[in-house]
T-cell receptor
Framework: DGGITQSPKYLFRKEGQNVTLSCEQNLNHDAMYWYRQDPGQGLRLIYYSQIVNDFQKGDIAEGYSVSREKKESFPLTVTSAQKNPTAFYLC??????????????FGDGTRLSIL | AQKITQTQPGMFVQEKEAVTLDCTYDTSDPSYGLFWYKQPSSGEMIFLIY??????QNATEGRYSLNFQKARKSANLVISASQLGDSAMYFCAMREGRDTDSGYALNFGKGTSLLVTP
């Protein structure tokens, strides 16, 4: 079945440690996105990518980094510079490249906590 | 400024009753799309329904319908014949046609928690 796979489901980070969240899609979508969700809040955009080897900062990019070496993959690294990383992270994809009525498809999320 | 406002943090509805979840939006772009997503406690975001700014009729998808009032900039979700499995967080989101700064990412509201009781 086509979809988006995020791993791991739960992740713990120690002080000063970088951690990487995986996101893979087999929907053949061009655009991919990372969102952060805090309790009682909506989703906020961290990074997005509309094409391979290109990505752009979203509203809250500080302390995060991404790469887009393959169309299917858009991993997110939470660096030690992100002082409050505890949150639920959602990866999404869409046909992208233009405004459309197509929804974004989401993965099941990764819950990151500080040890 | 908040582009999507959901004023109801929590709602209760009895099983088999209808419920309306409110959403107002703010944009000066004539071309935009409005989406509703459901997020169960497990965390995944499930797409429910879409309404385009130029659509003449209100969108419907099974038990979900969208009460779109363009002049009031509101796009309320109506769930008919509520079921226990409808208990979840519901998010309204908007994509703007001129938004090239975020790759047409969605702007989300803070959500409404719906609890369906027997």
């Amino acid at each position: 079945d086509g979809g988006i796979t995020q791993s791991p489901k739960y992740l713990f980070r120690k002080e000063g440690q970088n951690v990487t969240l995986s996101c893979e899609q087999n929907l053949n979508h061009d655009a991919m996105y990372w969102y952060r969700q805090d309790p009682g809040q909506g989703l906020r955009l961290i990074y997005y990518s509309q094409i391979v080897n290109d990505f752009q900062k979203g509203d809250i990019a500080e302390g995060y980094s991404v790469s887009r070496e393959k169309k299917e993959s858009f991993p997110l690294t939470v660096t030690s510079a992100q002082k409050n990383p505890t949150a639920f992270y959602l990866c999404a994809s869409s046909i992208g490249l233009a405004f459309s009525n197509q929804p974004q498809h989401f993965g099941d999320g990764t819950r990151l906590s500080i040890l | 400024a908040q582009k999507i406002t959901q004023t109801q943090p929590g709602m209760f509805v009895q099983e088999k009753e209808a419920v309306t979840l409110d959403c107002t939006y703010d944009t000066s772009d004539p071309s935009y799309g409005l989406f509703w997503y459901k997020q169960p406690s497990s965390g995944e975001m499930i797409f429910l329904i879409y309404q385009g700014s130029y659509d003449q009729q209100n969108a419907t998808e099974g038990r979900y319908s969208l009460n779109f009032q363009k002049a009031r900039k509101s796009a309320n979700l109506v769930i008919s014949a509520s079921q226990l499995g409808d208990s979840a967080m519901y998010f309204c989101a908007m994509r703007e046609g001129r938004d090239t700064d975020s790759g047409y990412a969605l702007n989300f509201g803070k959500g409404t928690s719906l609890l369906v009781t027997p």
